[in-house]
């Protein structure tokens, strides 16, 4: 069933994430609990125990969307910049060079999570999602993983313009994934 209700989006910093940690959490759980991802409560409370550090960066930043008047949480998008000690790049199964890899605190914003619960899909909330965590960002670039058996999350990133750059284990255990890298420049 696909839901069609008027959707807002807000941009969040660290703090109204916080606030706003149920809600992200609603999304996360339901969204990665779905194949390929089949994530646990387990799974989900240590992406939330990362979660409550990530949001004490300076430069977090966060969209949620929510429906219009009920408030019921609909989707979310959350990162930040990647500092110059960012063990992102030493995952990647085949190393990029020194300049593909540099970082330093503004370069690269690191794109953590980007999820839509299943009966608000396919309404470009994503895009919106999407749009709004990464507007007047002053990076060059914006890097994320996806699971590539996620096939709509790929094919949504290939068409805004993301490209693949490697495959890496983004956690101890965890499934491959693809790197994919915006340039914004």
């Known amino acids: 069933m696909t839901q069609r209700a008027t959707i807002t989006v807000e941009r969040l910093n660290g703090l109204g994430a916080t606030q706003a940690e149920d809600a992200f959490r609603l999304i996360y759980a339901e969204a990665f609990a779905e194949p390929p991802y089949n994530e646990t409560e387990e799974d989900v409370a ?5 979660f409550r550090s990530q949001t004490r960066k300076a430069a977090f930043r966060a969209a949620l969307a929510r429906t219009q008047g009920g ?5 979310m998008a959350f990162g930040y910049p990647l500092g110059p000690n960012s063990g992102w790049w030493d995952r990647l199964t085949e190393p990029v060079s020194d300049e593909m890899s540099r970082e330093d605190g503004h370069r690269t914003f690191g794109l953590m999570e980007l999820a839509v619960r299943g009966p608000w899909r396919e309404q470009g909330v ?16 914006v890097l994320l993983n996806v699971h590539p058996d996620s096939t709509a999350a790929t094919a949504a990133y290939r068409a805004w ?16 994934h693809d790197v994919m890298l915006l340039d914004l420049r």
Do not use: C, M, N
């Open 126 to 141: 994503a895009r919106r999602l999407h749009t709004t965590v990464l507007d007047d960002i002053q990076a060059e670039r």
């Open 46 to 50: 240590a992406t939330f125990r990362r």
């Open 71 to 75: 408030g019921e949480p609909v989707g």
């Open 161 to 176: 313009g993301y490209q693949k750059i490697g495959e890496a284990r983004p956690w101890e255990g965890s499934d491959l």
